[in-house]
């Protein structure tokens, strides 16, 4: 039975290998860069988690604060800029002219008094004229009367013109800032005086 083949159908089973084979240096070598390459990539990732953390970001949010604070007041100490600062976040009012009568026309001898004021608001105006015309009871101009002056921003400056008549008869004052749409109208409710006082003629005696 010796000479007859092995029919159980059994492999035989392999004997287990010998001790591994040694890693050669230039093995261990490159195993020891990966390590070091992925410890140091590890602490990169620290360091940018660390300068991205939420105190870090405040502390420069703060230091960005301080520098536009120091330059805004640099620039508030300039006058012009300061100017253009405040017009910028200050609601502008719109410019506009007052023209009125600080009493009644009135009549002296052969002249009307008229006095009036004017007050600019942001007009940058430097120079008015004031004209003044005196109509009769017709609409026919009996005298005119120009008067310049300069004005002051937001606060008002009189004017008193004193207008000559041609005839005794004024019945209407007109009065207009020449170049702008301000006018002022008065009428005389009562008949002017004459321009010269009527003599009284003295009564007679009879011898």
Do not use: C, I
Not at 1 to 21: F, H, N, R
Not at 84 to 102: A, M
Not at 176 to 201: E, I
């Amino acid at each position: 039975m010796s000479g007859e083949p092995d029919v159980s159908g059994q492999a035989d089973t392999p004997e287990a290998d010998a001790d591994p084979a040694p890693v050669p240096s230039w093995a261990r070598r490159a195993r020891r860069a990966r390590r070091a390459r992925r410890a140091r990539t590890g602490s990169g990732r620290g360091q940018r988690l660390a300068l991205d953390s939420p105190a870090r970001r405040a502390a420069g949010l703060a230091v960005v604060l301080v520098v536009v604070a120091v330059l805004a007041a640099g620039l508030w100490s300039v006058p012009p800029v300061r100017t253009v600062l405040l017009q910028s976040f200050t609601r502008q009012q719109t410019p506009y002219t007052e023209l009125y009568f600080t009493s009644s026309p009135r009549f002296d001898g052969g002249k009307v008094v008229v006095p009036v004021a004017v007050n600019a608001h942001g007009t940058g105006v430097t120079s008015y004229r004031l004209k003044v015309t005196l109509e009769s009871a017709e609409g026919k101009p009996v005298g005119r009367e120009t008067v310049k002056f300069a004005p002051r921003d937001g606060k008002p400056v009189p004017v008193v013109a004193r207008v000559g008549r041609k005839t005794a008869e004024v019945a209407v004052v007109r009065v207009a800032l020449v170049g702008h749409r301000q006018s002022l109208h008065y009428s005389f409710v009562t008949p002017s005086p004459s321009v010269a006082p009527t003599a009284t003629p003295s009564p007679t005696r009879t011898p």
